[in-house]
């Protein structure tokens, strides 16, 4: 029995760091974008149970109640005015990309680059397009443009009804801090967002929110490839009556951008 345990001791030793490595490679994906767009916005996952899945992502919270930024482990929330919290373990969220994320490599960024620069110079350094990206830009930024929306009472409205009038973008200079988000290939378009998306986090904790647009001084690029993507579900009845199958053309690009063109010194 001793030597039984023994064996049964040192599988567990071997196996979990091959665990953890398999699972740094996962996308995990709860809920689906077309679903946020049409307004399913009821919490059906706490951070604690996202915690056990992730450590680095993206997202929001019930209602819509903020821009949801994991890195490190930590789980923080983006209010309506940009201001930055830990979150608290219990608070609900509708729609979250999350992964482990532990990449060695990090690639420098041209100076001065705008978002769209940024993004064709990441494209450069990926090896295809065709699979799954978690991506973290650090450093300092001329100008940023992100934004935050405030919380939202049922029944929700499509994304694209309220997104116009109510968002809040806000505009920082000077600015240092990480930006953690994700590529998706085009065929993922339903689930998540195709192409990049990322969440912004300031370096001294006071602001962050969805990025619209921004112009680097200096920054660098820390890229992880995944090869698996797990999707996770909502058992609400929102999710199960709302109907997901008709693609509204533009829905998605015109929800994402809003507000970018209030960064003059970037380029999308």
């Known amino acids: 029995m001793k030597k039984a345990t023994t064996c049964l001791l040192l599988f567990c030793c071997l196996w979990a760091p091959q665990a953890a490595a398999e699972e740094s490679r996962k996308v995990l994906q709860f809920s689906a974008i077309r679903a946020l767009l049409e307004g399913v916005f009821e919490g059906a996952w706490t951070v604690d149970q996202l915690k056990e899945r992730g450590d680095f992502g993206i997202g929001t919270f019930d209602g819509l109640d903020g821009e949801l930024i994991a890195r490190g482990g930590n789980f923080y929330r983006a209010d309506a005015d940009g ?52 991506l973290e830009i650090e450093g300092e930024f001329e100008a940023l443009a992100i934004r935050s929306v405030p919380a939202q009472k049922p029944p929700y409205r499509r994304m694209r009804e309220f997104i116009p009038e109510e968002q809040k973008v806000i505009r920082r200079d000077k600015i240092r801090g990480v930006m953690v988000g994700f590529r998706m290939p085009p065929y993922t378009a339903g689930l998540n967002v195709p192409g990049y998306h990322f969440h912004f986090l300031s370096e001294n904790r006071d602001v962050g929110g969805h990025v619209l647009g921004f112009k680097l001084v200096t920054g660098a690029v820390r890229v992880q490839e995944m090869h698996e993507l797990e999707i996770v579900l909502p058992h609400s009845a929102e999710f199960y009556v709302k109907n997901l199958s008709e693609e509204k053309a533009g829905d998605l690009e015109a929800v994402e951008k809003m507000g970018a063109g209030s960064l003059q010194a970037a380029e999308r």
């Open 83 to 134: 201001k930055i919290a830990v979150t608290a373990g219990s608070r609900k969220v509708p729609y979250a990309t999350l992964t482990r994320f532990s990449s060695p490599e990090v690639f420098t960024l041209p100076p001065g680059a705008g978002y769209d620069e940024a993004c064709r110079a990441m494209d450069a350094l990926l090896p295809t397009r065709n699979i799954f990206y978690a």
